[in-house]
Nanobody, 125 residues
Framework: EVQLVESGGGLVQAGGSLTLSCAAS????????IAWFRQAPGKEREGVSC????????RYADSVKGRFTISSDNAKNTVYLQMNNLKPEDTAVYYC??????????????????WGKGTQVTVSS
């Protein structure tokens, strides 16, 4: 059974930093991509970043490029999202999701079958 558990959310002031973790289990690590999504109240879910476990290739949404960094610890089957220079508009519930890697299409177009329960990030102004 695939399990994804997020942690590391919290309350931070604008300009501050947080690191989210996503501990994964129940699948062949190298076959999957892990992505972070977020959803703010009243807004649609938004893809934030994605990492391909096979080769470490990373992708970012334009809204977080230069501020967020996705990384992974393959020995721990854990993916991290380092968030710097946080803004109030980054406030959302952040979810990690897993899907079998595929090429020839954007990760933003994939249907992710496995999701964590989310962790709240609140950025105060």
């Amino acid at each position: 059974e695939v399990q994804l558990v997020e942690s590391g959310g919290g309350l931070v002031q604008a300009g501050g930093s947080l690191t989210l973790s996503c501990a994964a289990s129940g699948f062949t690590w190298e076959d999957y991509a892990i992505a972070w999504f977020r959803q703010a109240p009243g807004k649609e879910r938004e893809g934030v970043s994605c990492i391909m476990n096979s080769d470490g290739m990373r992708r970012y949404a334009d809204s977080v490029k230069g501020r967020f960094t996705i990384s992974s610890d393959n020995a721990k089957n854990t993916v991290y999202l380092q968030m710097n220079n946080l803004k109030p508009e980054d406030t959302a519930v952040y979810y990690c999701a897993a899907e079998i890697e595929r090429y020839g299409s954007s990760w933003l177009d994939w249907t992710f079958d496995h999701w964590g329960k989310g962790t709240q990030v609140t950025v105060s102004s």
